[in-house]
């Protein structure tokens, strides 16, 4: 019972407000925090609740807002039209978003022409993991040990660390170096158009070559880092909406299992604040001390030629 005031405190953000309200009006329960600066190593951008509380992204945000409708939380981690690959640090206490490094470097993906940088706004959903231990029943290749990502196909060009909600309309399973790496297609639930968007078809009927283009840049974006084309199980077709809601949940379960200490999470780290009865939850305290131990060097932010560069291909 330690703690129990503060924390139902804490999390009661998403617990009652999330359900209660319809989305349109929703103000958006989350604020973010900078730590480090942008485009250097030591950049985070941790996440507090309204209350002002650090909360972990990846555990602390629920996957469902509505879910008898179809509505379901994403992270913002890579704005459309940008290049730098930003994710959640899944291996970090409270699982911060901060730019990938390959290599020593600092990540960008290519502009491919005519792609500009991410062609969607692209991110995660919160409370799902793809198992590395687990052999996906569709694919027949073990999961990549990241939430499910998400491509959402909207017009808004939204800003790393939003965390807004989308319709589930798709989904295309991309297989990165022999593991599954399902990218589920989205649409901003507050879109203009968004009542028009029901399932994957209503993609190739409203917004045609779309879906073309995504599979297109998810072949070829490594190609510059001299790595071969990417694969894709049932030849790159998009599945449907039904088979996405499963995919999503299924990942939901392995997060489940893995917050409750019923499977080996291996790398990831699973602290959180709000998750009743994990083994890995901590008090609002000790959140904050861990977000204060992080170091943050001051570097100065440099121009980066990487996104100005301009990649054609045969
Ligand atoms: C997660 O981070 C906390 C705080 O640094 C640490 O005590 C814990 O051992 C880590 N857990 C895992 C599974 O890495």
Request: hydrophobic content about 35%; glycine content about 6%.
């Amino acid at each position: 019972m330690r703690a129990l005031l503060p924390l139902l405190s804490v999390c009661r953000g998403w617990r009652v407000g999330a359900a209660a309200r319809p989305p349109r009006r929703v103000m958006s329960l989350y604020r973010t925090e900078e730590r480090g600066h942008p485009h250097s190593e030591d950049y985070r951008l941790f996440f507090k609740n309204v209350a002002g509380h650090y909360i972990s992204p990846f555990h602390d945000i629920p996957l469902k807002v509505d879910s008898p409708k179809n509505l379901f939380n994403m992270v913002v981690e890579i704005p459309r039209w940008t290049n730098a690959k930003m994710e959640i640090a899944t291996e970090e206490p409270l699982n911060p978003i901060k730019q990938d490094v390959k290599s020593g470097k600092l990540r960008f993906v290519p502009n491919l022409f005519p792609y500009k940088g991410y062609i969607w706004n692209y991110g995660a959903f919160p409370q799902t993991w793809e198992d590395p231990c687990q052999k996906d029943k569709n694919t027949d290749f073990y999961g990549d040990n990241d939430p499910v990502d998400i491509c959402e196909i909207g017009s808004k060009v939204f800003s790393r660390g939003d965390v807004i909600q989308v319709k589930i309309l798709g989904a295309l399973a991309l297989i990165d170096q022999g593991v599954t790496d399902w990218k589920i297609i989205t649409i901003n639930v507050n879109d203009p158009d968004a009542e028009k968007f029901h399932d994957i078809g209503d993609v190739k009927k409203f917004k045609p070559g779309y879906l073309e283009a995504t599979v297109n840049w998810l072949r070829l974006y490594k190609i510059p880092d001299g790595k071969p084309e990417n694969k894709f199980a049932f030849n790159g077709e998009f599945k449907n909406k039904a088979f996405a809601l499963e995919v999503v949940n299924n990942a939901h379960e392995c997060w489940k299992a893995m917050l409750m200490k019923k499977c080996d999470s291996g790398t990831v780290n699973c602290t959180n604040v709000c998750v009743s009865d994990s083994p890995f939850r901590c008090t609002p305290e000790e959140a904050r001390s861990l977000v204060e131990s992080v170091p943050t060097l001051s570097m100065s932010k440099e121009g980066n030629i990487e996104e100005e560069r301009w990649y054609f291909l045969d």
